[in-house]
């Protein structure tokens, strides 16, 4: 739902089950996620909002631009709203090289890591 709403809005987009397939998804760790999608130049959006926790040492040894909704309890339709309510702002902020956290909030964005 979510990579749907981003390519009606003209933009590519992959979900994880594209770049996994097969239920691999449902697997995959998330530090070798977070090194293709550095590898390839993808922009991650993710509803998992304790990656700068989990993660902080690999994320810190990549250039990665995340946004991250703040609920991993979400639904699709929730995160639409909020991606449609603040997708020009992300577009804006995705212009910066990385890493770095952006997290995608009711209110906008908020940057999470790292702190300046």
Known sequence: MVAQAIRARGYEAL???DVY???????VADPEWIEKADREGWIALTKD???????REVLAATTLRVFAF???NLTGA????????NFNRILQRARKPGPYVWAITPDGLQRRWPRD
């Open 78 to 85: 929730e995160m639409v709203e909020r991606l449609g309510t």
């Open 21 to 27: 397939p097969d239920g691999v998804d449902q697997r």
């Open 15 to 17: 979900a994880m089950a």
């Open 70 to 72: 703040t609920n991993a």
């Open 49 to 55: 909002p304790s990656i700068i926790r989990d993660h």
